[in-house]
């Protein structure tokens, strides 16, 4: 057994990460920020000396991605400033800290899956900060995971999914980018994964999404099917949607890391929001 602290369990992965550290028999320490500010230095020293700590998985992160170019500040305290105070704690303790980061580190160019180490080139401050913690965490400590996720839904916090169902409430039509592409993510599936690779000495770097890829508008579709509900959606483009932060139009990623680590892949992800459905009450489980 082993005692693990999470960040960010108030979010979607930090709680299903929590949840699953407990299912296993471990204990799970979530501090609030009220008991660890995590911008604060001092306040994570003092915190790892009062607490004996077996790991870490840092989910917490500031994810405002068009809020992050004006908040810039707030983000790098966030995303860098708090992942370096972590990682210098864990470097210090030599315990292993699993660090989850995005594909936005990529410039979403092109139409192939980025390998993990692909020439990284973030469009957006929100991007720019996730690298800079990877490369906090690189730098600084010996037994790490950095991985990389993209477009998650789950039951704690808002997402996409929850979005689009809030929409077939009031709207009869909207309209959604068909030229992003990546691969929804179930926290549900991904928590087990990320708890296999804590629990083991297969310390790099990986990709982790659900599998296969679809568009935003693929995706928005395939809600409102399985769902049941009813929601014109028709396909428009990133450029007119002109949102204040760039996004990737590429963010597939391969999954080749775990194949080499010996890690299983997630299932596909059209099966995984039909159980999220389920989760959520809106579909029966039959």
């Known amino acids: 057994m082993m005692k693990v602290l999470v960040t960010g369990v108030t979010g979607q992965l930090g709680y299903d990460v929590a949840r699953e550290l407990k299912r296993r028999g471990h204990r799970v320490i979530a501090p609030t ?24 998985v840092h989910c917490a992160a500031y994810t405002a991605v068009d809020k992050a170019q004006e908040e810039t500040k707030k983000c790098n305290d966030i995303n860098v400033s708090a992942t370096r105070g972590l990682a210098k704690q864990c470097a210090r303790l030599d315990i292993p800290l699993l660090y989850v980061s995005t594909d936005y580190v990529f410039p979403g160019t092109g139409d192939k899956p980025y390998e993990v180490g692909d020439r990284k080139g973030p469009l957006q401050e929100y991007g720019v900060s996730k690298l800079a913690g990877e490369e906090m965490v690189r730098s600084l400590c010996k037994k790490y995971f950095i991985v990389r996720i993209s477009w998650v839904f789950g039951k704690n916090g808002k997402n996409f999914v929850k979005t689009i169902l809030k929409l077939t409430e009031r709207k009869e039509k909207i309209s959604v980018v068909n030229d992003q592409i990546g691969s929804p993510t179930y926290t549900r599936d991904l928590a087990p994964l990320l708890c296999d690779m804590i629990e083991s000495d297969k ?29 014109v959606i028709r396909p428009t483009t990133t450029a007119a949607y002109n949102a204040p932060a760039p996004r990737p139009l590429n963010s597939r990623l391969s999954k080749k890391s775990l194949d080499e680590a010996g890690f ?23």
């Open 33 to 56: 920020h009220e008991k660890l500010d995590l911008t604060d230095q001092v306040k994570i020293i003092e915190y790892f000396e009062r607490h004996t700590v077996d790991a870490v």
């Open 203 to 231: 310390y790099g770097v990986y990709h982790a999404t659900n599998e296969g890829f679809c568009s935003f508008y693929d995706f928005a579709q395939e809600i409102v099917k399985q769902s049941g509900k009813s929601l």
């Open 264 to 286: 299983r892949r997630l299932p596909p992800w059209q099966d995984a929001l039909s159980r999220y459905l389920i989760e959520l009450g809106i579909k029966e489980n039959t």
